[in-house]
C-alpha cells in the first residue's frame, strides 16, 4: 500500500473538508485516510473554514507479467 498526502478545505465541516483532501489526491481507489492536522478560521466566536491535511492510502497497482511470463 501507498500514500500520498493532501489538503482540503470546506465551509461546511471537518469532514467535508477530509473529504475534499481524498478528492484533491485524486488517486484512483484510495482505501483509507490518516488524518495529520485539522484547523479552522474564526468569524468571531464560531467556526467559519475547516481545513484539513491527511493522508490517503491507495493500493499499488499491479504491473502486468514481463516478457517471458506464461
Same mark, same amino acid.
Given at each position: 500500500?501507498?500514500?500520498?498526502?493532501?489538503?482540503?478545505?470546506? &465551509?461546511?465541516?471537518?469532514? &467535508? =473538508?477530509?473529504?475534499?483532501?481524498?478528492? &484533491?489526491?485524486?488517486?484512483?481507489?484510495?482505501?483509507?485516510?490518516?488524518?495529520?492536522?485539522?484547523? =479552522?478560521?474564526?468569524?468571531?466566536?464560531?467556526?467559519?473554514?475547516? @481545513?484539513?491535511?491527511?493522508?490517503?492510502?491507495?493500493?499499488?497497482?499491479?504491473?502486468?507479467?514481463?516478457?517471458? =511470463? @506464461?
Amino acid at each position: 500500500m501507498r500514500t500520498i498526502e493532501a489538503s482540503g478545505e470546506s &465551509a461546511k465541516s471537518w469532514d &467535508a =473538508a477530509v473529504l475534499a483532501a481524498v478528492r &484533491a489526491a485524486k488517486v484512483k481507489d484510495p482505501v483509507g485516510v490518516e488524518l495529520g492536522r485539522l484547523w =479552522a478560521e474564526l468569524e468571531g466566536p464560531r467556526l467559519s473554514r475547516f @481545513h484539513a491535511s491527511v493522508k490517503v492510502a491507495y493500493r499499488q497497482s499491479q504491473r502486468s507479467p514481463g516478457r517471458g =511470463a @506464461h
